[in-house]
T-cell receptor
Framework: DAGVTQSPTHLIKTRGQQVTLRCSPK?????VSWYQQALGQGPQFIFQ???????QRGNFPDRFSGHQFPNYSSELNVNALLLGDSALYLC?????????????FGEGSWLTVV | QKEVEQNSGPLSVPEGAIASLNCTYS??????FFWYRQYSGKSPELIMF????GDKEDGRFTAQLNKASQYVSLLIRDSQPSDSATYLC???????FGAGTRLTVKP
């Protein structure tokens, strides 16, 4: 049973550049959520995708955008990168969007902006 | 602003002791509560979830929920050095996380 997979695992970008992170959900899951975790902080909710639409969004600027594909995989795009965007980006998947649905995390993508 | 608060720690307990981790939340309408463990450099992994007031036990772990007081706690019995990690409390489907409590279990 494949778990949540993310790519790339590590990457370094320059300020002002754009980055795309990818996620494949756990087998059988149809909902993908993205989180940003800075060092020493808890994960911060960016947004959630279900049925190829953004269903919920946290307090992140429009520079953060996403997409979900028909096979439930997802991408997170960040434009005009800032130094403060350096963080671990976590993808999580679940079955449905109900309040009690357990989410499972991938291993994350470490982004460093220099 | 819906907040989830945890003591950042570090919390240090001797091996074999009970570790008690606490979490409070501001949104009285919250319905589901989760505890995750995160080892350094790794992603969070689910320990357990709780929806109803009272206690829920799973092995050495017990989650306690008190909706009236808006807190949820995690007890770890017979703590082991391998339990040393950051413990994250999360609330509801959008998984609003606390900052986490760093636990160290000393041999």
């Amino acid at each position: 049973d494949a778990g949540v997979t993310q790519s790339p695992t590590h990457l370094i970008k320059t300020r002002g550049q754009q980055v795309t992170l990818r996620c494949s959900p756990k087998s059988g899951h149809d909902t993908v959520s993205w989180y940003q975790q800075a060092l020493g902080q808890g994960p911060q909710f960016i947004f959630q995708y279900y049925e190829e639409e953004e269903r919920q969004r946290g307090n992140f600027p429009d520079r953060f955008s996403g997409h979900q594909f028909p096979n439930y995989s997802s991408e997170l795009n960040v434009n005009a990168l800032l130094l403060g965007d350096s963080a671990l980006y976590l993808c999580a998947s679940s079955l449905g969007t109900g309040h009690g649905n357990t989410i499972y995390f991938g291993e994350g993508s470490w982004l460093t902006v220099v | 602003q819906k907040e989830v608060e945890q003591n950042s720690g570090p919390l240090s307990v001797p091996e074999g002791a009970i570790a008690s981790l606490n979490c409070t939340y501001s949104d009285r309408g919250s319905q589901s509560f989760f505890w995750y463990r995160q080892y350094s450099g790794k992603s969070p992994e689910l320990i357990m979830f709780i929806y109803s007031n009272g206690d829920k036990e799973d092995g050495r772990f017990t989650a306690q929920l008190n909706k009236a007081s808006q807190y949820v706690s995690l007890l770890i019995r017979d703590s082991q050095p391998s339990d040393s990690a950051t413990y994250l409390c999360a609330v509801n489907n959008d998984m609003r996380f606390g900052a986490g409590t760093r636990l160290t279990v000393k041999p």
